[in-house]
């Protein structure tokens, strides 16, 4: 079965940098992984996503999150630089046996546990 563990969360001051990781198991590394964050009381919101095509990445992020992929160790990164409070939320990793990169939460059937990012003076 396939099984996502994100790591790397913390706390971090505005400007800062955080590596966020997604450790996969059970899948085929042609699936797109995709990452969403959900703020306390918020919807979940799609942030970006990595498939064998390349990457895709919401407005709010591009240009300061990256996306990559370490098919060696199963693994996806999300390299978030220039963090803003805003940034603030926990974060997934998601992907689905069907669908490649899309920005619609429903479109994935696994997920990850999540890992809590918080950018704070």
């Known amino acids: 079965q396939v099984q996502l563990v994100e790591s790397g969360g913390g706390l971090v001051a505005p400007g800062g940098s955080l590596r966020l990781s997604c450790a996969a198991s059970?899948?085929?590394?042609?699936?797109?992984i995709g990452w969403f964050r959900q703020a306390p009381g918020k919807e979940r919101e799609w942030v970006a996503c990595?498939?064998?095509?390349?990457?895709i990445y919401a407005d709010s992020v591009k240009g300061r999150f990256t996306v990559s992929r370490d098919n060696a160790e199963n693994t996806v990164s999300l390299q978030m630089d220039s963090l803003k409070p805003e940034d603030t939320a926990d974060y997934y990793c998601?992907?689905?046996?069907?669908?490649?990169?899309?920005?619609?939460?429903?479109?994935?059937?696994?997920w990850g546990q999540g890992t809590q990012v918080a950018v704070s003076s």
């Open positions: 998601a992907t689905d046996r069907v669908f490649g990169c899309s920005s619609d939460p429903q479109d994935y059937s696994y």
């Open positions: 990595i498939s064998t095509t390349g990457t």
């Open positions: 059970g899948f085929m590394l042609t699936y797109a």
